[in-house]
């Protein structure tokens, strides 16, 4: 299918893991796709690898200068942005009572400066479009808590308000945002995790396993699709039924 033919879409931290499941799967759909990555190395070999509808832009999302770089360089070489997923995140775990000020920093700088960065400007060029689509990465915790992510779980639950306030203040510009909540997925984020764990967590889900990034991705590219054109300001769960 064509479902995105000839789309413009940015997805941030598309180098690897859910991002570059979901620009693989985009380009399936016909897109054109930028991966905004901070690291340069991943970055071009995934653009390498995904073929000529892909491109790497080495980006910073939670630096303005780099996002606002980004935005420039995709309008002027596309013309348009179409999607944005802005899926860009990082954990930096710890209990509150060791977690030192600049982890916790860190965390709300990439995980929620980064999504309102690449929202505000992107917004800018989709809003003279009359059109676009906004799609930002949260998670299960936002909405029960996680031992040891007070940063990650703050970023996550804010972003999810922030989605609720752009749909509101965008729609009228036929703007649709939405959340995306993703529970186990396997990538290299959760592969640090110890065996015991992992094969625990599994076991909790009621579909009796951890999703995978084509799971997400799916899931994003259905949003990003006319399919979708009535769904904004939604948090969807994609987690095989869990309650953490
Ligand atoms: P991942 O494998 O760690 O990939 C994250 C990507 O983001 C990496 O390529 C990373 O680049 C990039 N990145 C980090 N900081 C950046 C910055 N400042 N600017 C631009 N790119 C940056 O993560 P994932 O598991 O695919 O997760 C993707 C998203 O889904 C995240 O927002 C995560 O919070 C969310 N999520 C994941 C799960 C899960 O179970 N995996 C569950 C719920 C939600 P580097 O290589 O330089 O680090």
């Known amino acids: 299918m064509n479902l995105l033919k000839d789309k413009i879409c940015i997805v941030t931290g598309g180098g690897r893991g859910i991002g570059k499941a979901t620009a693989k799967k ?14 340069a190395s991943t970055g071009t070999a995934t ?47 710890q209990t509150l009572e ?14 929620m400066r980064g999504v309102y960065l690449c929202t505000k400007y992107a917004a800018e060029v989709m809003r003279e479009q009359g059109s676009g689509v906004i799609l930002n990465a949260s998670s299960v915790v936002a909405r029960f808590g996680n031992f040891g ?17 752009w749909a509101r203040e965008l729609g009228k510009h036929g703007i649709r945002v939405n959340a995306v909540a993703p529970g186990f997925i396997q990538t290299d984020m959760t592969a640090g995790m110890p065996e015991k764990i992992i094969t625990m967590m599994g076991d909790k ?11 997400v991705a799916n899931l994003y590219c259905f949003l990003a699709t006319d399919e979708a054109s009535y769904i904004s300001g939604a948090v969807l769960h994609i987690d095989g039924g869990v309650v953490v």
């Open 26 to 39: 985009f380009i399936e759909e016909g897109g054109v796709v930028i991966i905004a990555d901070f690291d």
């Open 47 to 93: 653009a390498d690898d995904l073929g000529e509808q892909c491109t790497f832009i080495k980006t910073d999302v939670s630096n303005s200068d780099s996002v606002k770089s980004l935005i420039k360089r995709v309008k002027a070489d596309c013309g348009s942005i179409n999607v944005i997923v802005n899926n860009a995140g990082i954990l930096k775990d």
């Open 98 to 111: 060791k977690m030192e000020e600049d982890q916790f920093d860190k965390v709300i700088q990439v995980n």
């Open 149 to 165: 992510q007070t940063n990650y779980v703050a970023a996550k639950a804010g972003l999810e308000g922030m989605t609720k306030v």
């Open 205 to 215: 889900v009621p579909l009796k396993r951890w999703g995978q990034p084509e799971d």
